[in-house]
């Protein structure tokens, strides 16, 4: 077991723990000792993620649920609360694209289908941060303690690619994220968010790589490029400010460690 954080009293649900980052998280938690309930729509990678986790002298189960369907959700939440006990902590990692909301090259934004979009939004905010929230928060709120972690994305704080609904939902997640944890502050449920860049998870795999292994021309400039090249040329650049949004921020424009006051700097080339 992970000594350095023992969560041996704690009870972990992972909602998307059946994908690729959602499990994963899901086996850190278990390592540190905490009882897993890995929570998704896939019966088959979801018991094997639970299989893995006991495997490695851990404690977990699958409890099959719809993130979208308060129901399942609350459903799913008294079945976890029989098995372990009240959940300590929520990782709310249910998310994805759909290619009708993206905008592939010479294509339109201005004729983005609006089922498309909302789809998005609905699985990402939705299903991805509030229901969730509102399903287990709760008993967090009523035992006085509780963390609750919201998968955001590098997307949501800078457009990265042409994933424009993906996007924005993520950049709502963000705000969700803050304006839950100003609201449960005195409660003692911490919500917070994590913004993961580009990885080959299964959604993004043809995106990023070729069959043989190599990056796809448009993996190549995801993957290759500095943050700079994603604003331009050092020489195009001279007298632009760029803002920082961040308690701590590694400038990539002078290599130097910029502390932030209040969420928020400015650097001028």
């Given at each position: 077991m992970n000594t350095l954080f023992d969560?041996?009293?704690?009870?972990?649900?992972v909602i998307g723990g059946t994908g690729e980052l959602g499990g994963h998280m899901a086996e850190a938690l278990g390592s540190a000792g905490a009882k897993v309930a890995i929570v998704g729509r896939n019966s088959e990678r979801g018991g094997a993620r639970a299989d893995a986790i006991e495997a490695a002298g851990g404690q977990a189960k699958f409890f099959a649920a719809d993130g979208l369907s308060r129901e399942s959700l609350e459903a799913s939440r008294d079945e976890i609360t029989a098995w372990a006990g009240t959940p300590t902590v929520l990782v709310n990692a249910a998310g994805g694209n759909h290619p009708a909301a993206t905008i592939p090259p010479g294509s339109d934004v201005c004729q983005l289908p609006r089922e498309a979009w909302q789809t998005v939004f609905d699985l990402n905010l939705v299903g991805g941060a509030l229901l969730p929230s509102q399903v287990f928060a709760p008993a967090m709120i009523q035992q006085g303690v509780g963390s609750i972690i919201n998968i955001a994305s590098m997307s949501g704080i800078i457009p990265l690619s042409r994933v424009v609904a993906y996007s924005a939902a993520k950049a709502?997640?963000?705000?969700?994220?803050?304006?839950?944890?100003?609201?449960?502050?005195?409660?003692?449920?911490?919500?917070?968010?994590i913004s993961p860049g580009f990885f080959p998870a299964e959604q993004n795999r043809k995106l990023l790589f070729n069959e043989d292994g190599s990056y796809t021309d448009r993996g190549g400039q995801i993957i290759g490029h500095t943050p700079m090249a994603r604003f331009g040329k050092p020489e195009e650049l001279a007298g632009a400010t760029i803002w920082l949004a961040s308690r701590q921020a590694s400038s990539f424009v002078t290599g130097q460690n910029i502390a932030i006051d209040g969420g928020f700097a400015s650097v001028t080339i």
């Open positions: 969560l041996k009293n704690d009870v972990a649900v709502a997640v963000i705000n969700l994220t803050l304006w839950l944890a100003r609201e449960w502050a005195t409660t003692g449920v911490r919500v917070n968010a």
